[in-house]
């Protein structure tokens, strides 16, 4: 390699960073090292390399992120990727910075956008210092004395799984208040083989829908500014080569860990250059920041690995449980819960709910939720939000009967509140009408008849503690369930944008509740699975994936949701025979199988089912916790499956069992099934296999693998090999089937 020719085209590179030269002349290792030293920060672990350049007076830079390249040296990747002028373009190559502000004068969308009145935006930061605490942290100080602005970016890699977390904190150090439109939490190379980016979209009932999005040009934008995380902008991506798979390939995900509104976008430039951002939605001045002020971004989570999607999955899956999760619950089996609301709606009555406990604990419910309905005057969703106390005309003598009960049946007690939320007919809001949200001198619109509370009021969140901290010691309440059932469209208080503010006071409401009652564990959930993202990840224990508990679109839902949460925190309920929200019906056997891969629960009138049907549901309920274990310590595998049919499984993480689903959602296009491929197993074991739900014979002619094989027997051994390159037939069954296999390796 001619490196005078790279220097000079460095040194061009470099003088627009601050004419700092990155000075390599000559080949020698140990000017390379020496290089390393000066100018790059290298972040190591997990498999994952972040390098840094990190030169004081440079535009900090990011100038690889991805999968390890083992040694590989700083600077010959910054050398490797030197660029030149493009003809038609600036005089030198302008690369950007760590968040491409407005001063780098790069053409792209900036990451960055802060002015004082309209001065001051063509903000250019510069490294200051760097404080590099050890091999998978940094944290980068970066100032511009012009505008009066300075950048701390908080990076590190969680050296177990390789997730690389970025935030950047941006603080007024000038002589007026700043405007604070736009700050990304990094600007992230984007790596040039991803051709195939895969989006997370939906509405309500139909969360987690994969929307692939194959090479462009321009920019791939997604907006949320619902106030909650969203069901049709979740802020995860995952990117792709053309041929990568859930099993091979380069692969990585992103997420932003925040559940209020946000921005995702990917632009790529007419260099062919491509960055990520994604950050937090602003609405105009709501960060205005006094002199002296700092604004921190939310966390952005990004993860790679040369061996497909579902890798990515696994690795998010681990940082989530070892870094974010609350622990104190990881040791406790989750418990299989039982669901009141499609079984009594707003329906209360005493009776009806302790024979529904009665039979919630035959099939095998180790705990009772309660959903909405039990409180104030909400007697139906017009009326009652807000007034968080036992309503005395529908439980005379309280919960206490109904708690005693469940407690008794071994079961614990759980509780539903929306607590961030308002009914105009209700007490709360006609003793407070000014305690909502709302943008000055427009009418605010309600959704499902209820306003948004403004927690960012002492006085709101106060009586929301204090309200909420009662009912659960009354009651010695064991879990939550947090609900959040509209969009914030107006999040103005003070006549101010505050869904800044306001989602920071919900996530600190949870943690003040879950610090006076320690055992207490919460589930989120909005509109089913309108906030579920790893903010409200860390002070909540699971949530609810889905209003639709139809068993064929769950199979879609669950599938799109573990691309970033694990089983152990999606909650998967049993529902009834007929679909509330598509009519379509199902069997109780495929009802329960799609439950039982997550936290299990159920939610339907037992009383209405068939004496078969319950049967069945207990046998379901005995299998996922005999198997539960597994289920939720375990790691995930999809599979390379058909559209017509959903495979995925877990696998011991000593490999030594292995439960998988493979969903037959449809017909299939040949008269036969094909085979199903098993992942994850050792390579150098066999295992045995046996079928081990519906638990009968299914299949639709005989003989079959099911007697070949003695699936429903004692099953056969097979090499791990020929089980996962070669896989087993599958039986010829109906559509709205699903089987599950259990694989033990032989000793
Ligand atoms: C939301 C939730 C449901 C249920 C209702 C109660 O829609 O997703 O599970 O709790 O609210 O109103």
Not at 33 to 42: L, R, V
Not at 110 to 136: C, Q, Y
Not at 608 to 637: N, V, W
Request: aromatic share 10%.
């Amino acid at each position: 390699m001619n490196y005078r020719i790279a220097k000079a085209q460095l040194v061009q590179n470099s003088m627009t960073d601050g004419a700092h030269l990155h000075g390599l002349a000559s080949t020698s290792k140990a000017e390379l090292a020496e290089i390393n030293s000066h100018e790059f920060i290298i972040l190591r672990g997990g498999g994952t390399m972040v390098v840094c350049e990190v030169a004081a007076g440079i535009r900090p830079f990011i100038s690889y992120c991805g999968t390890d390249l083992p040694g590989a040296a700083a600077g010959e990747l910054s050398l490797l990727s030197t660029r030149q002028h493009a003809p038609g373009g600036a005089a030198v190559h302008l690369r950007g910075s760590m968040l491409n502000e407005l001063g780098t004068g790069i053409s792209g969308p900036a990451g960055l956008v802060a002015h004082r009145e309209g001065r001051n935006w063509a903000i250019d930061l510069r490294v200051v210092t760097t404080d590099h605490n050890g091999p998978a942290r940094l944290t980068l100080h970066c100032a511009d004395t012009n505008t009066g602005v300075k950048a701390r970016h908080l990076l590190s890699i969680d050296t177990e799984t390789g997730v690389f977390t970025a935030s950047t904190e941006i603080t007024n150090t000038g002589d007026a208040p700043l405007t604070l439109d736009w700050c990304t939490a990094l600007s992230l190379p984007f790596d040039d083989r991803f051709a195939k980016l895969l989006g997370f979209s939906g509405r309500w009932a139909s969360e987690f829908q994969i929307e692939e999005i194959d090479n462009f040009t321009g920019g791939y934008v997604r907006e949320n500014k619902t106030g909650r995380t969203s069901h049709d902008c979740f802020p995860g991506l995952y990117a792709g080569t053309e041929t990568t798979s859930e099993n091979s390939g380069y692969a990585a995900a992103f997420h932003l860990a925040w559940s209020g509104n946000s921005r995702t976008r990917v632009d790529r430039a007419q260099d062919g250059s491509a960055a990520l951002q994604m950050g937090e939605l602003l609405f105009p001045g709501e960060i205005d920041l006094e002199v002296g002020k700092t604004y921190r971004t939310p966390e952005m989570k990004a993860c790679w690995s040369k061996d497909g999607y579902s890798a990515v999955s696994r690795k998010l899956h681990d940082h989530l449980q070892n870094a974010l999760l609350d622990k104190r619950i990881f040791d406790q089996p989750r418990p299989v819960h039982y669901n009141t609301w499609e079984a009594v709606y707003f329906d209360h009555s005493e009776a009806r709910l302790l024979d529904l406990a009665d039979k919630a604990a035959e099939v095998g419910a180790e705990r009772f939720v309660l959903d909405d309905g039990w409180f104030g005057g909400r007697r139906h969703d017009k009326a009652g939000l807000g007034d968080w106390w036992v309503s005395k005309d529908v439980y005379p003598e309280g919960l206490h009967t109904l708690v005693a009960r469940v407690n008794e049946l071994n079961m614990q007690f759980g509780l539903w509140f929306e607590p961030e939320m308002v009914n105009p007919d209700s007490d709360l809001y006609r003793a407070h009408p000014d305690w909502v949200l709302e943008a000055q001198g427009v009418e605010t619109i309600p959704f499902r008849n209820q306003y948004t509370l403004d927690l960012t009021k002492t006085e709101v969140f106060d009586y929301l503690f204090s309200h909420i901290s009662a009912l659960v010691s009354e009651y010695d309440i064991a879990y939550i369930k947090w609900d959040m059932n509209r969009d914030t469209n107006y999040p103005g208080s003070g006549g101010r944008g505050a869904m800044h503010r306001q989602t920071h006071a919900v996530y600190k409401l949870i943690a003040d509740l879950r610090e006076r009652h320690p055992d207490l564990e919460i589930e989120s959930c909005a509109s089913g699975g309108g906030r579920a993202d790893y903010g409200v990840l860390r002070h909540t224990d699971r949530f609810w994936t889905s209003d639709n508990n139809d068993a064929r679109h769950r199979h879609t839902i669950q599938k799109g949701a573990s691309y970033f949460f694990p089983l152990r925190v999606t909650g998967s309920h049993v529902g009834p025979h007929k679909c509330h929200i598509t009519g379509r019906t199902f069997s109780m056997e495929f009802r329960a199988a799609s439950a039982i891969f997550g936290h299990m629960g159920m939610e339907l009138d037992l009383a209405e089912e068939t004496p078969e049907d319950r049967a069945t549901l207990a046998r379901a309920i005995a299998l996922h916790k005999k198997h539960r274990k597994l289920i939720h310590d375990g790691e995930l595998y999809r599979l390379d499956t058909p559209d017509y049919r959903i495979g995925m499984g877990v696998v011991a993480r000593d490999k030594s069992e292995a439960l998988f689903s493979s969903a037959q959602l449809d017909l299939h296009p040949t008269t036969l099934p094909g085979r199903f491929r098993f992942d994850g197993l050792d390579q150098t074991a066999n295992y045995r296999v046996q079928l081990i739900w519906p638990g009968r014979n299914i299949s639709i002619s005989s003989p079959s693998i099911m007697e070949a094989a003695d699936l429903l027997g004692d099953g056969k051994v097979f090499s791990a090999s020929a089980l996962t390159e070669y896989g087993i037939q599958l039986p010829l069954v109906m559509p709205d089937t699903c089987l599950i296999y259990h694989l033990v390796k032989e000793s």
